[in-house]
């Protein structure tokens, strides 16, 4: 946060973002998301935004609001946001968006499932924190047709993945993961990956772009199972 806000960067809420990005106003915007609705988002994440006046989305599990993390047998076991410390996020000012109902693997599941995780955490979640929850974020960053499809049915009007894919856009918006262990060096190294595959375009861009575009694809093949993916190039049309 204090690299971005050196930077001359503010921290906003994806669905502020999206917004912005309508309007023209986007610039030296950075839309920032918290996924799984860990407990500590709130008394380790909120005090930095909020000396940073920045703002974020957090992407919660509605049906395990006040348990834990246990779909994850190799991570530390960790406590989630209970209701009452969602409806005080919200209350902060924090864009409260669905992770589903129990961290599952949409690709696998069934369509009374999809129906379930998707339009259920949404009204779960709308009644905890007041607010009408437009975003949502796939379980595993996993996403195919149909889970596309049950997130834009259940009312969403956006949706976040992790890779690109073929379904690049409004419901399947490309995120760069950052983890705790990362450093300013990984920051200006992550940060010139993204220059060269998106804005650089001199001598060599295509090469570069194609790949960066191959590696993508490869990385989303060995995360998902899948065989066969494309990517796009815009993720916000
Ligand atoms: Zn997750």
Known sequence: MKWLHERGRRGVSVGELLKAWRNGTADRLVGLSFDDGYADFAYNALPILQ???FNATAFVLAGRLGHDNSWTAKDPQKALLTSEEVSHLAASGIEIGSH??????????????LMEETADSRRILQEVSGQDVLGF???????DERAVSAVQAAGY??????????????????????????????LWYMGWRYWLRWVYQGPGSGTLAAAQSWRERRMLVRMSGQTSIHSADNDLQ
């Open 157 to 186: 009007d956006y949706a976040c993945a992790v890779w690109g894919t073929q379904f690049a856009g409004r419901y399947a918006l490309r995120r760069y993961a950052m983890i705790d262990r990362y450093s300013r060096a990984h």
């Open 100 to 113: 589903g109902l129990l961290h599952l693997s949409f690709p696998s599941l069934s369509r009374t499932a």
């Open 137 to 143: 974020c796939y379980p595993y960053g996993r996403l």
């Open 51 to 53: 000396r940073y006046g």
